[in-house]
Every structure is written in structure tokens, then in C-alpha cells.
């Protein structure tokens, strides 16, 4: 049994606690009750593969383009702290967090790193780009609100 509810409103609190209630305690067969944020959406997931690949398109690292893809890895290895490792046969290999994993707030901040690195380097953002971005930083404006 699998019962997810999000706490959107008080009614879903109370209707969280009335159901963590009624569950049973037990010693032998405990139940697990995990409390997480939401991951990112798909939406959002689109939206940061619009700001890496304009970055992708318009930057040289190292004197190499690299792909959205590896833009991808160096951004959250830059904000995650990956750790990388020599690759079985050579080269290095970063191992870390998937940004299919990320919650929403992971999530908008490796747009807005990704964002910060693009303006940095002269990158100039799609309209995709620009609203990934100004819904990223909105979304963080909002949980600076609540914390």
C-alpha cells in the first residue's frame, strides 16, 4: 500500500494525520511513512534542457563544445560536489546526483547556476531559456518567503 497525499491546504494535513492515525504500530512489521519534496516536473525538465543547450550551442570549455548533455553534468557537478573518479578504461567519470531525482528546489538551482555560468560567458538565452530561468528564480523567491 502506497497512500501519497501533498500538503497543500490544511484540510490535506488533517486528512494526513487522520490517516497516520489509524495505521497500525507494530514491532515486528513496521510500517515506513517518508516525508519528501516534490521531484521536478517534466515541464521543468524541458525547460532546463532549453537553457543547456543554448549554452551547449554558444560556449567553448577548454576549447571544446560540449553537449547540452555534458553541460548537464558539469552544472550539478559544480553545485552537487560529484565526485569524480578515473573511468575503467581512463578519462574521468563524475558520479552524483540525477537530475531526475532532484526535488523542485535542487532542480531550479541548477538552472539558475546554469543561467549565471550562460551570463557569464556571453550566452544569449532563447525565450524557452528566459522563462526557465525567470520561473526558476521565482520559484526560489517563493521558498525564501516560507523559510
Not at 487522520?18 to 521543468?44: G, H, M, W
Request: glycine share 6%; net charge positive.
Amino acid at each position: 500500500m502506497i497512500k501519497e497525499i501533498r500538503l497543500i491546504h490544511e484540510v490535506a494535513r488533517n486528512t494526513a494525520i487522520n490517516f497516520i492515525n489509524q495505521l497500525p504500530v507494530d514491532s515486528k512489521y513496521p510500517l515506513r511513512i517518508v516525508i519528501d519534496e516534490e521531484k521536478r516536473t517534466l515541464a521543468q525538465n524541458r525547460m532546463m534542457w532549453a537553457v543547456l543547450n543554448d549554452i551547449a550551442k554558444q560556449v567553448e570549455w577548454n576549447g571544446e563544445k560540449l553537449t547540452a548533455e555534458e553541460w548537464k553534468h558539469l552544472i550539478t557537478a559544480n553545485l552537487h560536489g560529484q565526485k569524480c573518479v578515473k573511468g575503467i578504461q581512463g578519462g574521468l567519470v563524475f558520479i552524483g546526483l540525477s537530475t531526475r531525482k532532484m526535488n523542485k528546489k535542487e532542480f531550479a538551482d541548477v538552472v539558475i547556476c546554469a543561467e549565471q555560468f550562460g551570463a557569464e560567458n556571453g550566452v544569449r538565452f532563447s525565450a524557452d531559456a528566459q522563462e526557465a530561468i525567470r520561473l526558476a528564480e521565482q520559484y526560489k523567491d517563493q521558498l525564501l518567503k516560507v523559510a
